[in-house]
Nanobody, 127 residues
């Protein structure tokens, strides 16, 4: 069973917005874990666009995400979200939610720092 499930992907016009959500499956809780959102375009490496610490007090964004994407979490609902705004033709990708082991509390943009992954949700931007 995939530990994380992403929802909210789809087709959006350039300049538009989309909200992605991530929730654990199988009764798991990731309220103590650093969470991240990654994306991967065809033929490119998977990259971290945003990360958030366990209580939402610290966030990290990639340069391409700053000012356009917002990561947030609601531990009472056991969800992590990524608000995508001002989407452009460089943004289409499969977006993945990921969680670090609860032993680690620092934000990380490194792929291998994350132990749990979802299957991804596709974001497509039309011009």
């Amino acid at each position: 069973q995939v530990p994380l499930v992403e929802t909210g992907g789809g087709l959006v016009q350039a300049g538009g917005s989309l909200r992605l959500s991530c929730a654990p499956s199988g009764g798991r809780s990731f309220s103590l874990n650093v969470m991240g959102w990654f994306r991967q375009a065809p033929g490119k490496e998977r990259e971290c666009v945003a990360a958030i610490n366990h209580n939402g007090g610290l966030t990290h964004y990639s340069e391409s995400a700053k000012g356009r994407f917002t990561i947030s979490r609601d531990n009472s609902k056991n969800t992590v979200s990524l608000q995508l705004s001002i989407l452009n033709p460089g943004d289409p990708s499969v977006y993945y939610c990921a969680a670090r082991s609860a032993r680690f509390h620092d934000l990380s943009a490194t792929l291998t720092s994350y132990a749990y992954w979802g299957q991804g949700t596709q974001v497509t931007v039309s011009s």
